[in-house]
């Protein structure tokens, strides 16, 4: 027999609610053994002690026929207030047409006078009881924790439902907060919860304006299924500001994608993927909060969808080439070339090239930058063994290790291999972070750089000065090198501003005792500037574009001949 004792080893407690005091002391008397029992002698007293903020019924046993208010009454608020519509009803009733009107109002059973056996009554309570909190563990389950939506499995298993039935235009929204990390990071995960939960209560109270529903996708997007409307801005303005007042800044952004939804076609997850492409569209972009998807964006998701497709191809065929551009060091008498950066390219067969700048975002956000980074490091390791066995000189290469790349849990093991294959030493082989994987995972790429120093690599920060973090990095991640983002440099003549910022790189980097690499020098008015300023190294147009591997191992061989001032 199941044992009806809460978790804290008390009975379950049923609520009677009957005018007849008989009746009262009839279902009690069945049911005592099993419940603990509590009794009301009208609905408006039922009321009451349903509201006492102690109140933890599992069952109410409801006459529907009773002076001051009746049961339908009761069954109607009950229905209308959100934590007594959890508690199972049985009405208990003598009249065929009062037990449908009650079950289609929302009672669960209905109990026939004259009562049955008492066995019989027992059962049915039990089973109804039962049913309740199987029925709350599984909307416990539905429910995101954090902002009170649906979870996103639950959320498609309704939309599923609902598209069989639906007979109007229906739009799939994806609603993001801008740089909602940042909130985790500077005021903890429990600040960040509380702004998710505030934005969560903002849409659940749209969705009946909306006739929708919605769910949190993840950490900061949301997915609304919901009746066309004509525009969302007025929406998304008025959420803006409740956020601003409630988080009390106006940095937070929110931003919005819409998929128009035509007829039953596709798969609703796709529909969510096109309107996340338009969400996409305006990171950033501060002039607008939605945007729709349209043809345009259609065909460029086109064009994703192929370059997806052809990246193990493109590896294969070797569609994918490395070029190295020089880096020079200029504090001596004469520019030195001393190492270089490898750039991928990809020249396609049927789309000719494509621009790097176009996938690899794509290839970071699908976890394909995987494949190609490694790509490029077995490639920029085998030139460096090449050169070093054509010229008898060693020129160490810069990798990029991508943000994807540092949650790889092999990421040590491959880049160790592939220095054994080609018998190179870690300082041969350089790796490159951006800023802004500090900013996506500042405790994981601690870690991770920690770990390769600790085996002989050389850690290159990029786009320095590219991110807000910046300073607070410097300050937790041991690096070697520092490359001053190529924005500052091409705009310093140009702006005292970025000027004095790249003297300020330069200072912070003599702290620190590291050098300094400006990228994008193509003046040679910047050079001089840079020269005087103490920068040690420098890459850009006007020494050297991106080179194929073949004219770089030339460059080489010109500075080892006839060249006294080299090394080689």
């Known amino acids: 027999m199941k044992n009806y004792m809460t978790a804290r080893g008390i009975k379950r407690r049923v609520l009677i609610v009957d005018d007849e005091l008989i009746n009262r002391e009839l279902l009690g008397a069945m049911l005592s053994q099993t419940f603990e029992i509590e009794t009301a002698s ?12 102690d109140a933890d019924y599992s069952l109410i046993l409801l006459d529907l026929l009773m002076p001051v208010m009746d049961g339908f009454e009761v069954i109607e608020r009950c229905q209308a207030d959100e934590a007594l519509k959890r508690i199972p009803i049985i009405v208990m009733t003598s009249e065929k047409s009062a037990e449908v009107r009650s079950i289609r109002m929302g009672a669960a059973d209905f109990i026939t006078k004259p009562y049955d056996m008492p066995e019989v009554i027992l059962a049915r309570c039990e089973r109804i009881i039962e049913l309740s909190e199987d029925k709350s563990i599984i909307r416990s389950t539905e429910r995101d924790k954090v902002s ?25 929204l994806v609603l993001n907060l801008d740089r909602f990390h940042l909130i985790n990071e500077l005021f903890g995960r429990g600040e960040g919860d509380r702004v998710l939960a505030c934005i969560g209560g903002m849409i659940d109270e749209k969705l009946t304006q909306l006739r929708g529903i919605a769910c949190r996708s993840e950490s900061d997007t949301f997915f609304i299924f919901c009746e066309r409307q004509e525009e969302y801005e ?18 937070l952004r929110l931003r919005a994608g819409v ?5 039953n076609e596709g798969e609703p997850e796709s529909w969510f993927g096109r309107a996340k492409l338009a969400c996409d569209r305006i990171r950033g972009q501060y002039g607008s909060l939605t945007t729709r998807y349209n043809n345009e964006l259609y065909e460029r998701t086109v064009f994703h969808e192929r370059l997806i497709g052809d990246v193990d191809a493109a590896i294969d065929n070797g569609d994918f080439v490395v070029y190295f551009q020089p880096k020079y060091q200029i504090q ?34 699908n976890g394909l930058i995987r494949r190609v980074d490694h790509y490029v490091w077995r490639c920029a390791a085998r ?13 160490p290469i810069s990798v990029n290790v991508s943000r994807v790349d540092i949650f790889d849990p092999e990421l040590e093991k491959k880049l160790c291999d592939i220095l054994d294959e080609f018998s190179l030493t870690p300082d041969e082989l350089m790796l490159e972070i951006t800023e802004s994987a500090y900013s996506d995972s500042a405790d994981r790429l601690i870690e991770v750089v920690g770990s390769l120093r600790d085996k002989g690599f050389k850690i290159e920060m990029d786009d320095f000065g590219a991110g807000y973090s910046s300073l607070n990095m410097l300050t937790e991640i041991p690096i070697d090198v520092l490359k001053i983002d190529m924005q500052f440099i091409r705009r310093m003549l140009l702006d005292d501003k970025k000027l004095g910022l790249v003297r300020l790189v330069m200072d912070i980097a003599r702290f620190l005792h590291v050098p300094v690499v400006a990228e994008g020098v193509e003046e040679e008015e910047q050079l001089n500037v840079l020269r005087q300023m103490g920068c040690d190294i420098v890459q850009g147009f006007y020494f050297s574009p991106p080179l194929p591997a073949e004219r770089f191992g030339e460059l080489i061989n010109q500075e080892c001949q006839g060249k006294e001032e080299t090394s080689c």
């Open 383 to 395: 030139q460096i063994k090449r050169w070093r066995e054509q010229y008898d000189v060693t020129v």
């Open 148 to 172: 009170g939506l649906y979870t996103r499995s639950f959320f498609f298993v309704y939309l599923r439902r609902m598209i069989h039935r639906l007979d109007r235009p229906m739009d799939a």
């Open 42 to 53: 009208d609905g408006q007293e039922a009321m009451m002690m349903l509201t006492q903020p």
């Open 234 to 251: 007025p929406l998304l303005e008025e959420m803006q500001k409740k956020l601003a007042e409630f988080a009390g800044s106006r940095s």
């Open 332 to 365: 001596s008498e004469r520019p030195v070339l001393t190492s270089a950066e490898a750039l991928i390219r990809w020249i396609h067969p049927e789309l000719g090239f494509i621009s790097p700048g176009e996938f690899i975002p794509l290839f970071e956000q």
């Open 259 to 263: 998929y128009s939804c035509e007829g």
